[in-house]
């Protein structure tokens, strides 16, 4: 159990991996008709729905809860509520159209807090792949803070090398 386990989530990882490289090589490949944007959270507004097939494409959808490593998980690998209780086995069944609320509602709380920290203006296909990274290691991981600002370690090296 504990292999299986082991063994899907190095493939979701691998796929997530995949997904970041094909990101940035068809930025490099369509850059001639790239959007400018004034700053990250607008970049981040305009690339949603494309982070939501991004995430649906590595996550695989359940309409009813199921445990998932060491927390419980549902629609596309949510396992928080957007009323911020946690997914519990008990946690009634969930449309794809509430999946997708959940996965916004998860992004908007869990990564776009995190974009502050990043200096220069990106493009949409930079932010898909930095909002996926976030969402695998977590925000605090990638900046060094907390969503509320506080400092709670050093930024990711990710990071470090976004900014210089």
């Known amino acids: 159990?504990?292999?299986t386990l082991f063994i899907r989530m190095k493939?979701?990882?691998l796929w997530i991996m995949v997904a970041i490289v094909a990101i940035m090589v068809v930025d490099?490949?369509?850059n001639n008709n790239r959007v400018v944007f004034k700053d990250n959270n607008e970049c981040y507004r305009a690339c949603r729905e494309d982070l939501l097939a991004c995430i649906a494409l590595?996550?695989?959808y359940s309409e009813t809860p199921y445990h998932c490593g060491a927390k419980w998980?549902?629609?596309y690998g949510s396992t928080?509520?957007?009323d911020g209780s946690p997914v519990t086995k008990k946690t009634p069944k969930c449309t794809?159209?509430?999946a997708k609320d959940y996965v916004y509602a998860h992004c908007d709380k869990r990564i776009k807090p995190f974009l502050q920290y990043i200096k220069p203006v990106l493009t949409k296909e930079e932010m898909l792949g930095v909002c996926l990274f976030i969402y695998?290691?977590?925000g605090e991981a990638f900046s060094g803070h907390r969503a509320n600002g506080t400092k709670c370690g050093n930024p990711s090296a990710f990071l470090v090398s976004l900014n210089n």
């Open 96 to 98: 794809k159209s509430q």
């Open 58 to 60: 590595v996550e695989d």
């Open 1 to 3: 159990m504990k292999k």
């Open 136 to 138: 695998n290691v977590g």
């Open 80 to 82: 928080v509520l957007p």
């Open 11 to 13: 493939n979701k990882l």
């Open 28 to 30: 490099k490949c369509v």
């Open 73 to 75: 998980t549902i629609g």
